[in-house]
């Protein structure tokens, strides 16, 4: 280990790497072949995993964790991302690091005792149903509705893309439990898979052929209310929090994908040769493998410096994003240059850099995409919006477009508005939306809809400026940072709001 490492890990975090490698050798490196071709890893081998301890590391030992550091995640990431399947290693992710910590942060005992133990235990296999087949990146505008209707909630709609959604027994279901509310009337739900009403469909696709990805529909699927995780209409916030981990897995996995197929590969370049001498010999090839060294330690250390931060407790949405950004687009590099040094033997299945090369290509697309992480790091060091932890159990995005309409509703005075009949049609530079006031009652709905008796135009930057004290809204509307169609319905709309 280098030095450098052994900031981050110590001789009991490498015993276990030495344990955890030998498991894998031993009971999936053989099969993995097997699992790409039938799309599917066996239940079997998930409670074996389980019964290791693996799902359960860092969780408390009252559901069957182990309560270790979050450094023996970091070995457990690492060691599955290098097994040449990533969907192998993301089977494993989506169950530890993007539906469990759900449970664990804001589940009920009942959930915890019915789910998250079963999931460490590796009895039960979890997912995360955000996308929708019109709203991924856009995450605040799913529209798959629960209502509440007694002890349950009826579900209707539809998700897409979701991993673990064939073979998995729950979903962690983002819906809207008040769909005029919109991010704050998003919810999380713990949905059984075999429940009535749920029907799934197996996608095809380009790489991760070991994980299954699903399209699920729900036709009115009853879902018990003790299912609700945390609190009704946190769920977006919830969310947010959660994105986090996810991010920083997806940057393990980056980098020990890369360290992996680095090794596979300098070994086939030490073997073969070409005009009398190996090709490790050849200057241009050589430059190449020291820059992707150089490259991929870099973001290692990174990634390591935020899982430490992570660990501390520390709510780092910059740097995850920027881990997520940097190892993702670094390991589609790394497994097209690799590939290169293969000649037409990489092009070939019976080589691993040839899956490997297509397993990276999602890692720029899945659980935000590299052009949401630009746009998330170009809010925080360009226009220095903050994001903070709310509360101790609910994280929520200070500052953004989305996040300020989503109060509206806890901010409207409903006694003032009596008799008001008011549409009002905001544009902004990515999003539209429509507040309207009728006979007291306040809705709010993406896009311009219905004869609008005011159009507000202005930038995100500007909006949120305004609302939150920054920039007085006289001087936004003397220089034309905000165009308003007609100033006094403007202001009796805003006179219907408590400041933020
Ligand atoms: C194999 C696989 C597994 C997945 N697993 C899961 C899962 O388990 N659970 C789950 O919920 N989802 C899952 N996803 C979905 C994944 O997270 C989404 O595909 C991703 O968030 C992008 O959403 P989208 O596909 O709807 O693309 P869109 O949001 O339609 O984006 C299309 C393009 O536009 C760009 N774009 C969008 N908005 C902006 C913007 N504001 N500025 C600049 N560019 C923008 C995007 O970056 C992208 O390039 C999976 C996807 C795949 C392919």
Known sequence: MSSSLSYYFNEEHESFRQTIRQFLQAE?????DQWEADGKIPREFWKKFGEMGYFGLCYPEEFGGSNLDFFYNVVMCEEISKVFSGGFTITAAVQSFMSTPYIMKHGSDYLKENYLKPAIAGEKIGCIG????????????????????GDYYIVNGSKTFITNGIYGQFVILVCKTNPEAGAAGVSLLVLDLDAEGVSKNKLKKLGWHASDTAELH???????????????????????????????????????????IVEYSLKYMNERSAFGRTINKFQVLRHRVAQLAAEIECIKIFTL???????????????????????????????????????????????????????????????GSSEIMREIIAKMVIDDIGY???????????????????????????????????????????????????????????????????????????????ETGKLNPQEAFMTGKIKVSDLMQMMAFGGLFKKL
């Open 218 to 260: 729900f036709d009115n699927v009853k879902v018990p209310v003790k299912n609700l995780l945390g609190e009704e209409g946190k769920g977006f916030y919830y969310l947010m929090g959660g994105l986090q981990l996810e991010r920083l897995s997806a940057g393990i996995m980056g980098y020990a994908s890369c360290e992996s």
């Open 388 to 466: 903070e932890r709310a509360e101790s159990t609910v994280e929520r995005p200070v500052h953004t477009v989305e996040s300020i309409f989503a109060t509206l509703p806890s901010r409207f005075k409903t006694e003032k508005a009596a008799g008001k009949n008011l549409n009002i049609h905001f544009s902004f530079t990515n999003n539209n939306y429509t507040v309207n006031i009728a006979d007291g009652k306040l809705n709010v709905e993406n896009g311009l809809q219905g004869t609008a008796d005011c159009l507000v135009e202005t930038d995100d930057e500007t909006y949120i400026a305004v």
């Open 305 to 367: 410096q935020t899982c430490k931060m992570h660990e501390q407790g520390k709510y780092v949405v910059k740097e995850c994003s920027m881990v997520k950004l940097i190892a993702t687009e670094l390991a589609d590099k790394v497994m097209y240059q690799c590939l290169q040094f293969f000649g037409g033997y990489g092009y070939m299945e019976e080589y691993k850099v040839a899956r490997a090369f297509r397993d990276s290509r999602i890692g720029t697309i899945g659980g």
């Open 28 to 32: 999936a490196i053989p099969n993995i």
């Open 130 to 149: 955000i996308t929708e087949p019109g709203a991924g990146s856009d995450a605040a505008n799913i529209q798959t509705r629960a209502k509440k209707e």
